[in-house]
C-alpha cells in the first residue's frame, strides 16, 4: 500500500459534468488529471503522450477535452497529432520551454482557438513566437489546424507566454517578455484573430542576456502569471549552471483595457526561481528558487500595506538541505488549480509525485504545504507542468470556493531509503526526537531534528540494511510512526 496521500487517487472513465475550460491537465510522461467540483482529483489511465514542458489544454463549456498544444504538435482529444497539426512547433529538439504554449478560444467563433506557440531556446539563438488557428468542426468533430493558418508574430522572447481576458468581456490578451531588455509585449485577440501589433510597455529589470558560462540561463527561463482577476502579474527567472545565481522576482500591474504593464515592486534575495504563482484570493504569492544551502518555497502576504512590509513578510513555507546536486528534486514550477489548491513539480527529479499547498490563501505554514501529496504513478512529472489562462469570459474561475481537506500524516521518501529522506506531514517547530527501532523492536538509533512546520531531513547513516519503525517524538510524546525500509 501507498503511503498516505491528500486525496485518494480515482481511475475512472471521464465523466461530463458541468466544469470550467481548464478542466483537464496534460503534463509529464502521459499525466492527465481532471478537476471537478466538490470530488478530488482524478487520475486517467496514462495517455502515453510525452508533452515535456509547458504544454496548453482546452476543454468544452461541459468539461470535456477538447484538444492540446504540445512543445512539437496539436493533437486532439484521443491524444492523435491534428491531420495538419505537425510540428515542430518549437525550434529544439526537446521542447523544453517554460510556458511553450497557450490556447485562446477565438472571440465570436465557439468553434476556433488561438494558439500560441514559443520556440525552442538555444544559446546561440533568439527564440520567436507562432500562432495558429484550430477549428473543433474539422476531422469529424475531432479538431484540426486551420491550413495556412500558422504565422511567426514576434521574436528576441524569453520562455514566458501567459494571458488573461480583456475588460470588455469578449477579447482576451495574450503577454510575452522580450529576452535583453524589460520590454512586455501584449497582443490582443478578438474577432479577427491575434493582431499582431503589440501593445509595448517598459517596466521592472531587464531580462539580460549575458554571456558568462555555457551552462547559465542568462534570464530566458522562469514563470509568469496573472492572478485571477488579470490585474497584476509575477514574474521570476531562473538561472542555470553548476551553481545558484541571482534571480529577478518582480510584481507588474496590468491595465486589461489598454494592455499597458507598470512596475510595482521587486522581491530581493532570490536565486534560481524557476516557478511563481498566486494564492486564489491574491493576497499570498509563492515563490521557488535554490541557494546555496538549500531548495525552498517561499510565501509573500500581498494584502500588508507597503512595499517594505511585504518585503518584510517573506516565510519560508519549505525548505530542504540538498545532499548533493542541487538542481535534482527540487520545487519546480506552481500552477493554480481549479480546486483552490497550488500544484508543485518536482524539477529536474523522475518522481511519481506532485507537491501540493492545500490552503494557499492561508498565511506561513498555515498553507499546508505537502512536499509529496500526489501519487501520479505510473507516469511520471520530470519537470513539466500545464499552462492555462486562469479564467475565461464563458467559464469564470472561483479557485477559492472549495472544501477544506485535513492534512494528512507522514509520509516518507524516498521509501526504500538509500542515504537521505525526507519525513513530509511533520506539523511540529523546533527541536524533535526520531527513533529508530529494528523490526524486533529494539530502539537502534536515537537522534535531535529540527522541525520547520513542514518536514525533517532523515539521515540513514550507518544504519544497516532491513525494515524498521521511524518514530516521531516532541517532548516525549509520540506524533507518529512510519514504516522505513533502508537499502543500498
Known amino acids: 500500500m501507498r503511503s498516505s496521500i491528500a486525496w485518494i487517487i480515482l481511475l475512472i472513465p471521464l465523466l461530463s459534468l458541468a466544469q470550467r475550460r481548464n478542466a483537464h491537465w496534460l503534463l509529464g510522461d502521459g499525466v492527465h488529471l481532471e478537476f471537478i467540483p ?14 515535456s514542458e509547458g504544454q496548453s489544454v482546452i476543454s468544452d463549456l461541459q468539461g470535456d477535452l477538447l484538444f492540446i498544444a504540445g512543445h512539437d504538435s496539436v493533437y486532439n482529444a484521443l491524444g492523435h497529432c491534428m491531420p495538419n497539426g505537425q510540428g ?23 468553434e476556433r482557438y488561438v494558439v500560441v506557440h514559443i520556440h525552442g531556446t538555444t544559446f546561440e539563438d533568439w527564440p520567436k513566437a507562432t500562432y495558429s488557428v484550430v477549428d473543433m468542426s474539422l476531422d469529424g468533430g475531432l479538431g484540426d489546424v486551420v491550413p495556412g493558418s500558422r504565422w511567426t508574430f514576434t521574436d528576441s522572447l524569453t520562455e514566458k507566454l501567459t494571458g488573461t481576458p480583456h475588460s470588455n468581456g469578449s477579447d482576451y490578451w495574450v503577454l510575452l517578455h522580450e529576452w535583453d531588455t524589460d520590454e512586455f509585449q501584449a497582443f490582443l485577440v478578438d474577432g479577427t484573430g491575434l493582431d ?4 509595448t510597455s517598459h517596466a521592472g529589470s531587464p531580462h539580460d542576456r549575458i554571456f558568462i558560462l555555457p551552462d547559465q540561463n542568462n534570464n530566458f527561463q522562469g514563470q509568469m502569471k496573472f492572478w485571477v482577476s488579470g490585474g497584476r502579474i509575477a514574474l521570476s527567472t531562473s538561472d542555470g549552471g553548476a551553481q545558484p545565481a541571482p534571480s529577478i522576482v518582480q510584481l507588474c500591474d496590468f491595465d486589461d483595457i ?23 484570493d491574491g493576497s499570498k504569492l509563492y ?44 520545487p519546480g514550477a506552481m ?27 492561508s498565511n506561513g505554514v498555515a498553507c499546508g504545504l505537502l512536499w509529496n501529496a ?7 512529472l520530470i519537470h513539466s507542468f500545464c499552462n492555462q489562462i486562469k479564467h475565461y469570459h464563458d467559464s469564470p474561475f472561483a479557485a477559492s470556493v472549495r472544501p477544506i481537506t485535513p492534512r494528512p500524516g507522514l509520509n516518507l521518501w524516498p521509501n526504500p531509503i538509500d542515504a537521505y529522506a525526507w519525513l513530509d506531514g511533520v506539523a511540529e517547530r523546533g527541536a ?8 524486533a523492536g529494539r530502539v537502534v538509533r536515537d537522534e535531535q531534528v529540527y522541525g520547520n512546520g513542514f518536514g525533517v531531513l532523515l539521515a540513514v547513516g550507518q544504519l544497516s540494511e532491513g525494515v524498521y519503525a521511524v518514530e516521531l517524538l516532541h517532548n516525549g510524546d509520540r506524533l507518529g510512526v512510519v514504516r522505513a525500509v533502508v537499502r543500498r
Not at 466538490?38 to 508533452?51: A, R
Not at 500526489?374 to 511520471?380: H, K, N
Request: no cysteine; net charge negative.
Open 196 to 199: 499582431t501589433v503589440p501593445v
Open 374 to 380: 500526489l501519487d501520479i504513478s505510473p507516469g511520471v
Open 432 to 439: 524533535l526526537q526520531v527513533r529508530w527501532r529494528d523490526a
Open 88 to 110: 515542430p512547433f518549437t525550434m529544439e529538439p526537446f521542447g523544453d520551454v517554460t510556458q511553450g504554449s497557450l490556447i485562446i478560444p477565438l472571440p465570436g467563433s465557439p
Open 287 to 330: 515563490v521557488s528558487g535554490i541557494d546555496s544551502v538549500e531548495h525552498y518555497l517561499d510565501q509573500y502576504d500581498l494584502g500588508l500595506d507597503d512595499t517594505t512590509a511585504i518585503q518584510n513578510s517573506r516565510d519560508r513555507v519549505y525548505s530542504y538541505q540538498y545532499p548533493g546536486d542541487p538542481n535534482i528534486d527540487w
Open 258 to 280: 489598454t494592455g499597458q504593464v507598470g512596475y510595482r515592486m521587486t522581491f530581493p534575495g532570490h536565486s534560481r526561481s524557476y516557478g511563481i504563482e498566486f494564492s486564489g
Open 38 to 51: 466538490g470530488v478530488p482529483p482524478i487520475l486517467h489511465v496514462p495517455t502515453g503522450l510525452v508533452t
Open 335 to 361: 500552477v493554480l488549480a481549479p480546486d483552490g489548491r497550488i500544484y508543485l513539480t518536482h524539477h529536474f527529479s523522475s518522481t511519481h509525485w506532485m507537491g501540493v499547498i492545500d490552503h494557499p490563501d
